[in-house]
């Protein structure tokens, strides 16, 4: 917070939108991220690829502050996030206001079920940023208009398909104007009749400018539409390339064997 101002202005061009530097994080014992670097651009789409259990969606929760890292910075526009200048973990009111610049969307989309995907959507908006009930909804409808559910916002989730449910969920994140947004394996769950909608949306938030960090198994989509590519295994990055040279000409023998196995 302290020195925005003054990274403000020509750096800032330069700067990461997101960024995390040496990210250590264990369970008891388990060491999950054993010194993660890792950063997005503004306008980048990042994927990133790993077997189950490298760490991933935890980089994500710890990016997106739903957990604290044990060491490590996070940065949001060069400000260090997450914690004090001091490197104190910063309360919780703090870190609720600091959490509304990154939009996540989990395997599990976590619809409330009582609700319409309109008052999902608006939920958020009324709650977290205080808005009021009709101008909330105002936007709600305005934002599933933009992932092509606009004749879908009186429905309630039973009443939608998976991939319907995932495109509300990702309203939700994005009716709070996140600064990037991060995906956890947002089609993991979906049938796969039902994941190229969801691909569609995504894409088409990736083409209209949005900075993305996209953990995925879906390796056409990441060569089609992320700009570079990351393999994460063990809790540390492997190789990290644009997707022409990630995909087909691996500097690591370790990346050659993981997409043998998804090819
Ligand atoms: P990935 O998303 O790449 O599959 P995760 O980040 O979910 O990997 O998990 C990495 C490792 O951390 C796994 O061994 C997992 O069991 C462990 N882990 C993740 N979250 C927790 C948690 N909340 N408590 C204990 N262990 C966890
Ligand atoms: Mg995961």
Redesign the pocket.
């Known amino acids: 917070m302290t020195d925005a101002r003054t990274t403000a202005g020509t750096t800032a061009l330069q700067q990461p939108t997101l960024q995390v530097t040496d990210l250590h994080k264990a ?2 014992g ?1 060491e ?1 991220l054993k010194g993660v670097e890792f950063e997005v651009r503004k306008g980048q789409v990042k994927a990133v690829l ?10 994500l929760r710890l990016m997106a502050l739903l957990e604290p890292a044990d060491r490590g910075d996070i940065s949001l526009h060069g400000t260090r996030i997450g914690r004090t200048p001091e490197g104190r973990h910063l309360p919780e009111r703090a870190l609720a206001v600091q959490r509304r610049d990154i939009g996540m969307v989990f395997q599990k989309f976590n619809l409330f079920p009582h609700l319409t995907a309109a008052r999902n959507v608006a939920l958020a908006l009324h709650a977290v940023q205080g808005i009021g009930r009709h101008e909330a909804l105002e936007r709600a409808h305005a934002m599933l208009d933009r992932v092509g559910l606009s004749q879908r916002a009186g429905h309630f989730p039973s009443e939608l398909s998976g991939g319907q449910q995932q495109r509300v969920a990702i309203a939700r994140a994005l009716v709070l104007e996140p600064d990037v947004m991060l995906f ?1 394996e947002p089609t993991s769950a979906l049938d796969p009749e039902l994941v190229g909608e969801v691909l569609d949306v995504m894409e088409g938030l990736a083409r209209g400018g949005m900075t993305m960090i996209v ?1 995925t198994h879906e390796v056409r989509f990441a060569r089609r539409v992320a700009d570079e590519v990351t393999l ?1 295994d063990s809790g540390v990055i492997v190789e990290q390339a644009a997707p022409d040279e990630f995909f087909d000409n691996p500097q690591h023998e370790r990346t050659r064997r993981f997409l043998s196995h998804v090819h």
């Open positions: 369970y008891g388990n999950v790993g077997p189950s259990g490298s760490g991933k969606s935890t980089m956890d953990v994460f």
